[in-house]
């Protein structure tokens, strides 16, 4: 018991930069009162003490905000992250080493009894106010981006963001090169996502990239062939487009204003 205190403290040192000393955690962090509670809450519930159970789950709510059904399984170093609102169902199950935010919940789709909760793998993130619901299953390693409503089964070290959830496939690396020589020559530059922080339109725009580029490849080989057979193909060059660009923010949109009356004063009078 005491050796998995010393974890759950450890894993708030390591997942929160605000934590500055062990008496602050045990003191104020309401995720680590909820799981301790919760682990005294369960063992009552394994023991068959149900409403005895149900109480202690009701006090840790009260005091912490945090909402852990008595019946769900919990790994170690699990780590709840301000947590205000949390809510995990009866039979949900999560490994070790995972961390959920504010607003999550762990929630089942159905009336009937039996499995109705998600069940999360190790080191699964699940971002503040996302919803996974049913009994799915969310791979090791797994993201689920924060306001994301999930209720399909997530594979291992895959991210999901949206409503509803929609994975997003992390770019390789032997596609990078080709996708941005496509980019180049049409006059787009926009690679926003990184590989932590995947973007959806920046994966749809890959997608059309990655098109473009076997098209070039296909109509570089028909031309080719044409040559070969005597037939001269003289057409033009695919002219330089200019770069075209989203702008996300009231802020980029004013600092772009400045830069545009610039270029107004410099064109020459007609």
Not at 10 to 17: A, E, G, I, L, N
Not at 171 to 189: L, V, Y
Not at 233 to 242: Q, R, T, W, Y
Request: one cysteine or more; charged letters at 25%.
């Amino acid at each position: 018991m005491l050796a998995r205190l010393k974890e759950d403290i450890s894993c708030v040192f390591d997942r929160d930069p605000a934590a500055r000393n062990t008496f602050e955690i045990v003191t104020l962090y309401p995720g680590f009162h909820a799981i301790v509670i919760h682990r005294a809450a369960h063992r009552l519930w394994l023991a068959g003490l149900c409403w005895l159970a149900r109480l202690l789950s009701n006090i840790a709510r009260w005091i912490t905000g945090i909402e852990i059904h008595p019946g769900a399984e919990i790994g170690r170093r699990f780590f709840i992250d301000h947590g205000m609102g949390v809510v995990i169902g009866e039979t949900a199950i999560i490994g070790d080493d995972c961390t959920l935010y504010h607003g999550v919940t762990l929630g089942g789709t159905s009336w009937e009894k039996g499995k109705r909760h998600p069940t999360l793998g190790r080191d699964v993130v699940v971002g503040a106010g996302a919803k996974v619901l049913g009994p799915i299953e969310i791979g090791d390693g797994a993201r689920i981006g924060s306001n994301a409503v999930v209720v399909k089964s997530v594979p291992g070290g895959s991210t999901v963001v949206g409503v509803p959830g929609k994975l997003i496939e992390r770019t390789r690396a032997e596609d990078k090169p080709h996708r941005e020589a496509t980019a180049r020559k049409i006059g787009f530059d926009a690679y926003g996502a990184t590989r932590d922080a995947p973007d959806p339109v920046a994966h749809a725009i890959n997608c059309m990239l990655d098109h473009i580029h076997v098209m070039d490849r296909k109509m570089e080989t028909m031309y080719q062939a044409m040559r070969a057979l005597g037939v001269d193909a003289k057409g033009e060059a695919l002219p330089e487009l200019e770069a075209c660009e989203i702008v996300s923010s009231a802020e980029e949109l004013s600092a772009d204003e400045p830069a545009a009356q610039g270029a107004d004063r410099d064109k020459p009078a007609s």
